[in-house]
């Protein structure tokens, strides 16, 4: 009788315990379901940002379209004629700029 209380004891910590791993398995499971979902939430949020925006003045909000700019190539508005320069297009264009002078100056006075 002893023995069959032991043992009952023993099989229903094993059970509890095994009860309760498979319960943190399935929370975990569950959680990183949910992260999943979540950031492809996010990233279609983005996405339909994107879309939203693209090429749209961030001024008046009408079309841009993509102008030649002394060989950069920048977002003109059609509406309020607002330039839109990307990451490093500004800095470029003023390179550009100074070289065109440079060449000037160097033809004013005979060096080319
Ligand atoms: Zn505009």
Known sequence: MVVDKEA???ADQWF????KKLLEENRKKREAKIRDEM?????????????????????????MTENDLSG???DVC????GIFFERGE???LLQKRAEERKGIFRRLIGLQ
């Open 8 to 10: 009952q004891r023993r």
């Open 39 to 63: 950031a492809k939430e996010e990233k279609r949020k983005q996405e339909d940002l994107k879309r939203l925006h693209w090429l749209k003045c961030p001024r008046c909000g009408h079309e």
């Open 16 to 19: 509890h315990e095994n009860e």
């Open 90 to 92: 500004l800095e470029l």
């Open 72 to 74: 950069v190539t920048v």
């Open 78 to 81: 059609t509406l309020c004629a």
